[in-house]
């Protein structure tokens, strides 16, 4: 998908200016970043713990991918007031109506080919910070498309509140996921559902190694 320079010059700035906030006036760390490839179709799948994933996760990726994009599904209820919704359009972000939204799976699919696309397995956030199930919608994207999958585990901001100061939190990025022998297995419900699992799982080795809350279910 083609973006304009101007676009991405705002995304990159945006995301810098959000990390100030959250590493210099607080204590946001991220580690592994190195690990997110720098090319290709990229899904960064991560727990969802908190409004503020959906803005530090960006610049997490972004801060060591200058100029790119990290596109992100969100609920169509944060579209409805007009100049927000244009901020998080410009952002990447694009709407999904709840329940099985066809034309939004379309649009992940085709960005996955070449882009970086965050989603959340779990499907809605967990404020408790402990780990849910993962969709098998999310492996059935991974099926169809093949792209990099790294495991994403973020930590503590579901206890921030704004504005934060000295708060404590973070990310931490996986290697990516091997699912070459699940590749061979019939494209079926079981098979998504092992896809998700792998990917649930990793998320919660992440999280274990971080001493977040693990409950994969």
Known sequence: ??????????VTFSVWVIGCY???????????????PGSGGVLVASNHISAYDT???????????PLQMLWAPAKEELFQNRLMGLVYRSWGAFPVRRGRDIRA???INVLLADQKVMLFPEGTRHKDGVLGKGNRGVGKIIYDTRPQVIPTALTGVNRWKFPAFGARGGVSFGHPLDFSDLYQLEDCKETHQLIVDRVMEAIATLLRQEGGNVDAG
């Open 1 to 10: 998908m083609k973006v304009s320079l101007l676009r991405r010059l705002w």
């Open 105 to 107: 799976g379309k649009q």
């Open 22 to 36: 959250a590493s210099a006036l607080n204590r946001f760390t991220v580690y592994g970043a190195e690990r997110i």
């Open 55 to 65: 803005i530090f996760l960006p610049w997490a990726v972004i801060r060591r991918n």
